[in-house]
């Protein structure tokens, strides 16, 4: 029914475009004449430095005699090593978002009655107006779940008394609800369209107040509700290490750009969330899980290297599984040596691996963890070093937490959101010029034409 709004795409239509395609193609070579730095990245794939932040860093390289040689990769929140991080609430057997919430939000790590203070924060932001599931989430659900949540926050805007101010008290206010609602509101719309579209069950679980961020997310999902506390513990430890990386990717890079002209928090939010949806950045986790599923299908023995290799090669080659000519997971922008999201993660998906009984799975994963990098630098020109990123295990991760692929990439945004809090408050209170980088226009001068003589 609600397509027959929307036209066909008829030959009229096809024609128009070859216009784009034809009028729109620029010579790749100008780019190298101009300088041009293509993705805001050098020839080595090195980011243009675009600002200045104190919120995370990403560290790949060290200087030694002088020289920048790439070491095993880092991860710093507000310069706080986050295996560190991850090590001090793993020790003390509590969940540890919220407290990474608190530490790039407000700078620094919280004590005990500050954490006390930002999970009840959180847990009473957690309620959404008493009409919004079912007028806006229920009524018109979306068939894309990032969609469906950027819908929500930019109504989220009408429900707001005052969501114009953007005074550093308002957008924080604005941002610990955002936090807090993100499960809530992935979850249910992924409710409302499973119900609507692959005809399951309807039912809403309302969160509880006292349940951390990852809990409440298997509590709300599941049919019963039930869930272990291994579970819980490794969901909460994907949203620590997705929650911020860095200024420069993309939908963190676009809070800044969105924030920098003055517009409210949630234009800012759903923006850095229309970023996100892109298959080049949130939706990676995804096509690993595929890729692997092609992979378990078309190898015959999982201990044959030599017969995965053969499989990794025919991708490359672009003669496997979606013939993208790329093995999924593999290789970072930044990262050479090592992700250290991937190197924490990977010894607690061991662990979930056995409870779940994926332990031959978990052995092909270690496996092209280990021949890809091989297989890559065989086969194709590299410029540093390829390696598992945190996109190669967390899709594992989801899939034996037996969540559904529409909420892989809303599962990123729920802990980006902190990140994406912690760069708009950043630029709010470091005001400055417009973001507005340059653009040079190499298209000839034309005369006009009349109408008649064209």
Request: hydrophobic share 35%; aromatic share 10%; with cysteine.
């Amino acid at each position: 029914m609600q397509n027959e709004y929307f036209f066909k795409i008829t030959d009229e239509l096809r024609e128009l475009s070859t216009l784009c395609d034809k009028n729109g193609k620029i010579d790749k070579e100008l780019y190298t004449k101009y300088d041009v730095k293509r993705g805001l990245r050098d020839l080595n794939g090195k980011g243009v430095l675009a600002g200045l932040t104190e919120i995370s860093e990403i560290c790949s390289s060290k200087m030694v005699d002088g020289k920048s040689v790439p070491c095993d990769g880092k991860l710093y929140y507000r310069g706080y090593d986050v295996e560190d991080i991850v090590n001090g609430f793993i020790k003390d057997e509590r969940f540890g978002f919220e407290e990474v919430v608190y530490l790039l939000l407000f700078g620094e790590l919280p004590d005990k009655s500050q954490l006390e203070q930002i999970k009840k924060l959180l847990s009473d932001y957690r309620n959404l107006p008493q009409s919004f599931p079912r007028d806006i989430i229920l009524e018109a659900p979306s068939t894309d779940m990032m969609n469906g949540l950027a819908r929500c926050v930019l109504t989220l805007y009408s429900y707001d008394p005052n969501p114009d101010d953007i005074s550093l008290p308002n957008v924080l206010r604005q941002c610990l609800q955002l936090i807090a609602l993100f499960p809530v509101l992935s979850v249910y719309c992924y409710r409302a369209y499973s119900h609507y579209y692959l005809r399951d069950s309807l039912f809403i679980h309302s969160p509880q107040p006292e349940l951390s961020t990852a809990e409440n997310i298997l509590y709300m999902l599941r049919p019963d509700s039930k869930y272990t506390e291994l579970e819980a513990k490794l969901l909460d430890m994907s949203l620590v290490l997705h929650a911020e990386h860095g200024g420069g990717n993309n939908s963190s890079f676009t809070t800044h750009v969105v924030s920098s002209s003055g517009t409210d928090t949630y234009s800012a939010i759903a923006a850095a969330l229309g970023s996100l949806k892109g298959p080049k950045h949130g939706g990676a986790n995804i096509k690993v899980v595929r890729m692997f599923d092609d992979m378990q299908q078309t190898v015959k023995d999982y201990n044959d290297e030599e017969e995965v290799r053969a499989y990794l090669r025919r991708l490359l080659h672009g003669e496997a599984f979606d013939k993208a000519g790329l093995i999924y997971g593999m290789g970072h922008a930044v990262y050479s040596i090592s992700d250290p999201r991937a190197r924490v993660f990977k010894s607690f998906v061991e662990k979930l691996s056995e409870e779940k009984g994926k332990h031959k799975e978990f052995a092909l994963y270690s496996m092209v963890e280990k021949l890809a990098p091989q297989v890559i630098a065989e086969e194709r020109r590299i410029y540093k070093g390829v390696s598992a990123n945190v996109d190669f295990y967390s899709g594992f991760v989801y899939s034996m937490l037996g969540l559904p692929q529409q909420l892989y990439t809303p599962i990123f945004a729920i802990a980006r959101i902190a990140g994406w809090s912690a760069h708009r408050l950043e630029e709010l209170v470091n005001p400055s010029k417009i973001i507005r980088p340059a653009y040079m226009n190499v298209h000839e001068r034309a005369g006009y034409i009349s109408l008649e003589d064209r």
